[in-house]
Nanobody, 124 residues
Framework: QVQLVESGGGLVQAGGSLRLSCAAS????????MGWFRQAPGKEREFVAA????????AYADSVKGRFTISRDNAKNTVYLQMNSLKPEDTAVYFC?????????????????WGQGTQVTVSS
């Protein structure tokens, strides 16, 4: 069974940086796409970034382009989300997700496995 475990969230001031990690196990991830989503209180879960495990193609939400970078470490089966120039509106629970497809999707309903989430809070 695929398991995803996020870490790296916390409290940071506006303009600061955080790096989230997602450790994946229980699957052959070379055939997967990995994504990061976030959910703020009272809002729907929204796409942040995704990466094709094989080949490394990436996609980003417009709201984070130029500030966030998604990457993966094949040897560690870990996906990262480097978040720079953080803004208060980035405050949310961030979730790692895995999709059993080599094609990137922005649609949360097309992801098959989810982590429990990690809280990111950006103070102004």
């Amino acid at each position: 069974q695929v398991q995803l475990v996020e870490s790296g969230g916390g409290l940071v001031q506006a303009g600061g940086s955080l790096r989230l990690s997602c450790a994946a196990s229980g699957g052959t991830f070379s055939w997967y796409t990995m994504g990061w989503f976030r959910q703020a209180p009272g809002k729907e879960r929204e796409f942040v970034a995704a990466i094709r495990w094989s080949g490394g193609s990436t996609a980003y939400a417009d709201s984070v382009k130029g500030r966030f970078t998604i990457s993966r470490d094949n040897a560690k089966n870990t996906v990262y989300l480097q978040m720079n120039s953080l803004k208060p509106e980035d405050t949310a629970v961030y979730f790692c997700a895995a999709r059993r497809s080599i094609y990137i999707s922005h649609n949360r309903n097309e992801y098959d496995y989810w982590g429990q989430g990690t809280q990111v809070t950006v103070s102004s």
